[in-house]
């Protein structure tokens, strides 16, 4: 039975956990006297992985989960924690709309992208739009305002707001209300602090109430807590792994002997080894990321190793330029290799293998082509070569080995079982004959290992304790654990899980190598293609793709399309926090201040960041200045904040200007193309114009500005899905790259800025300095606009 001082010490342990997610002191401990309380928060906590700790936002969300989420949909709460913690979910009229959503669903399945919807996923409110919404708000209710003055209602207001956009950040929604609130009426008076005596009101009836039922809640699943709690420890590996069914009735069933695990250990110590094993054939793309987050994960998360393995067991596809692409890739994506070996290390006791498991009765060398493989795979029909003498096929297979038989001539195939309900046993091949020089064993071989030989063997050989790949591989358990237990070896633990499939995009090697040996794209990093290289030259970064990842999750169910709204959600997240501010007009006009001295240049203050005034940049003012050809229209209308005649907007950091008349705009011959708008400006700044607008103006009289490149990448196909259409490159997006030659920069976006710098252009979006960029004229990517331009579904 438990101590006091077992429980005294639990208690302690629970109350510095609460303490790490943000609680203040008292509601903790408020919290560890409730029992129920306590174990949905705890429980909670697990679920969202931050039993280290986490910011005071996301724990006090976290704590609103543990108390109101509905008890009939408590299977989807692991889903809303990880919403919460990647900040998917921020504000708490999200969470709202969450529990509201999950009340109204309960344990039945939910379509991601209806509840997002709901909750507002990926939606940015910026704080120019709260500010011109409370404007709004503030000239609908003024007369109630200036009469009641600091005694309105700021709930009222904050009401309207919230109609307006219910996913704004409260915060800047009430610092934007206190800021006009004081604009408007001025300091606060004595008057204003004395307080209205409150009516009291008349206490109802006492009810009695009734005992209500709590169901206890459910405890959260292990793989929940921790995605890499359902693998299993390394000693554990004495399990049956599969069964293989024989179509003779008899049954393999595949495990380490205790021998053979013990004799594992040794070597290992106990850890955990994985092995991440791209082939060195082409360029790695996003559906790697997940494979590295989960191989190399599971390594650092049990205190283990990941091998990087190059699959090089094709010499005619691999090239060093893929060899070196990988490893500095996975570098960049913040992965550390435990070891970087080559399958072709391997060679020479693969061989040796092979030539036992001829000797052990398990392989012979055919003479079928490849057609005629083919055909009696068809027909499961065994080969005429398939029970020849084991002595004949180790001379064979050696005079393979020396050169001293065709290309195609023969083929060493292992002997499974052709009559097998998996075509995966249908006597797959272990070698075949190609006179190509290896990239990286050079000449030495001309018979090279197939994968679904070699894969098996060097993970056994390497200790790989658990050997994970997609779901297409699956099929591929029986001849993996048949192979092993053929040769007596060790035999690791294999696991698939589904393939991470993107939307507007193709995955397939195959499909990626036809964009680029076609010239559909520019070279294996276009930033329009799902390749890490592509993402990185777009200015994506690898913290953006692993958090992506990570919150997608470690899942078997399969088919499953990701649409590329949800990695554009993470890449604005981190390049909001980590991307300055500056201003570009990609599409000029000119404009011309006709009250501005012709000669006089002056400085404004802008800004780096929008909450900081201690970071900022100098910008040149005159009277000859660009602003975007959209922010200027012939005809007005009330939705329209841009310019226009008769109209005023705000140069930011700088001042209101007006477009006094229509015959103040020069247009060209055609009478409808804008060529310069001639305006006033207010010095006193008295004007309040609802439009906001960047420029960037003359560095002196008659000089344009600092012309850049700007290139504007969209998603490379139209349909969400081109892997299904027969004629996928019909779907190409003709509009996924439009080059816009010669942009207007400010001055300073010259000085000191380097290839893989990225800005936020003002009102425009995220962008990166291209390794395109000479010294004479930089180029820049634009990595995502600042909002999903893309409605769900579409």
Not at 178 to 189: A, I, M, N, S, V
Not at 196 to 209: N, T, Y
């Amino acid at each position: 039975m438990p101590s006091k001082e077992d429980g005294a010490s639990d208690k302690e342990k629970i109350l510095e956990l609460f303490l790490k997610v943000g609680l203040d002191e008292r509601t903790a401990k408020n919290t560890i006297a409730n029992n129920k309380v306590t174990a949905n928060l705890t429980a909670v906590i697990h679920e969202a992985a931050v039993t280290d700790g986490c910011s005071r936002n996301v724990g006090n969300l976290l704590y609103t989960v543990a108390t109101k989420f509905p008890a009939n949909a408590l299977v989807h709460r692991p889903v809303l924690t990880q919403y919460i913690v990647s900040s998917k979910i921020k504000i708490p009229a999200q969470l709202d709309a969450a529990l509201s959503f999950f009340a109204n669903t309960g344990p039945e399945n939910f379509k991601t992208s209806e509840f997002e919807e709901a909750c507002g996923v990926g939606v940015e409110v910026l704080e120019e739009e709260i500010k011109q919404s409370v404007n709004e708000v503030f000239e609908e209710n003024k007369s109630a305002i200036l009469e009641q003055r600091y005694k309105t209602n700021v709930g009222d207001l904050f009401a309207h707001l919230r109609k307006r956009h219910p996913w704004a950040d409260p915060k800047i929604v009430k610092a934007s209300i206190d800021t006009k609130l004081r604009e408007l009426l001025g300091e606060r008076t004595a008057e204003d602090d004395v307080k209205v005596p409150k009516k009291k009101k008349e206490k109802p009836a006492k009810v009695e109430e009734k005992a209500i039922a709590v169901s206890t809640p459910e405890q959260p699943a292990e793989e929940i807590l921790n995605p890499y709690a359902i693998f299993p420890q390394p000693e554990e590996n004495f399990k049956v792994h599969t069964s293989v069914f024989f179509s003779d009735g008899s049954i393999l069933r595949c495990c380490n002997s205790r021998e053979l695990l013990e004799k594992h250990l040794s070597v290992t110590g106990g850890k955990v080894l994985t092995r991440f094993p791209p082939e060195p054939n082409g360029y790695l793309h996003i559906g790697h990321a997940k494979a590295m987050f989960i191989d190399f994960g599971l390594a650092k998360e049990r205190g283990g190793g990941c091998y990087l393995r190059y699959d090089d067991t094709n010499p005619e596809a691999e090239k060093k330029e893929y060899i070196d692409h990988i490893q500095e890739i996975v570098s960049w994506m913040g992965w550390e290799p435990y070891k970087i070996t080559y399958t072709s290390d391997y060679f020479q006791d693969l061989y040796d293998l092979a030539v036992e498991l001829i000797r052990r009765g398990h392989a012979y060398v055919d003479h079928q082509t490849g057609d005629e493989i083919k055909e009696y795979r068809e027909k499961k029909m065994n080969s005429p070569w398939r029970d020849r003498p084991i002595e004949e096929s180790l001379k064979l297979f050696e005079d393979m080995r020396r050169g001293l038989i065709e290309e195609g001539k023969a083929t060493l195939r292992m002997k499974q079982d052709m009559q097998s309900d998996n075509f995966n046993m249908y006597d797959l091949i272990a070698y075949r004959i190609k006179f190509t020089p290896h990239p990286h064993a050079g000449d030495k071989w001309c018979i090279y290992p197939s994968y679904d030989y070699a894969h098996c063997i060097v993970d056994s050989l390497e200790n790989i304790t658990h050997s994970l790949c997609t779901l297409e591989f699956e099929t591929r358990r029986a001849s993996y654990y048949w192979l092993l237990h053929s040769l007596g070896l060790y035999q690791p633990y294999v696991w698939e899980y589904s393939r991470l499939n993107v939307s507007n995009t193709v995955m397939s090697k195959r499909k990626l190598n036809r964009l680029v040996t076609e010239n559909w794209v520019d070279g294996w990093d276009d930033p329009r293609l799902m390749t890490l290289a592509g993402l990185r030259r777009r200015g994506v970064t690898s913290t953006a793709i692993n958090t992506f990842v990570r919150g997608i999750g470690i899942t078997r169910s399969d088919c499953s399309m990701i649409h590329l709204s949800r990695l554009e959600y993470h890449i604005r997240e981190e390049l909001n926090k980590t991307a300055p501010r500056t201003m570009v007009v990609l599409d000029p006009v000119k404009v011309v201040i006709t009250n501005w001295k012709d000669d006089l240049i002056k400085e404004c203050e802008a800004r780096k960041w929008p909450d900081s005034e201690a970071e900022s940049y100098k910008v040149p003012f005159s009277n000859g200045l660009y602003i975007e050809r959209s922010d200027f229209r012939l005809k007005d209308s009330k939705d329209y904040f841009g310019l226009a005649p008769g109209k005023s907007a705000l140069l930011r950091y700088a001042c209101p200007i007006k477009c006094v008349d229509a015959k103040d705009v020069v247009l060209a011959e055609d009478n409808e193309t804008v060529l310069e708008i001639r305006v006033e400006y207010d010095p006193e700044k008295k004007t309040k114009p609802k439009g906001v607008l960047h420029w960037v103006a003359e560095p002196s009289p008659g000089v344009d500005p600092l012309k850049v490149e700007v290139r504007l990448f969209d998603r490379l196909f139209n349909s969400e899905n081109p892997a299904e259409l027969e004629d996928w490159l019909s779907d190409l997006n003709g509009k996924s790259k439009v080059v816009i030659p010669n942009a207007f920069a400010v001055p300073t976006l010259g000085k000191g800025v380097g290839v893989g710098d990225k800005f936020q252009f003002e009102r425009l979006g995220y962008f990166v300095v291209d390794k395109d960029s000479t010294p004479e004229k930089l180029v820049f990517n634009r990595t995502v606009t600042l909002r999903d331009s893309y409605k769900s579904g579409k």
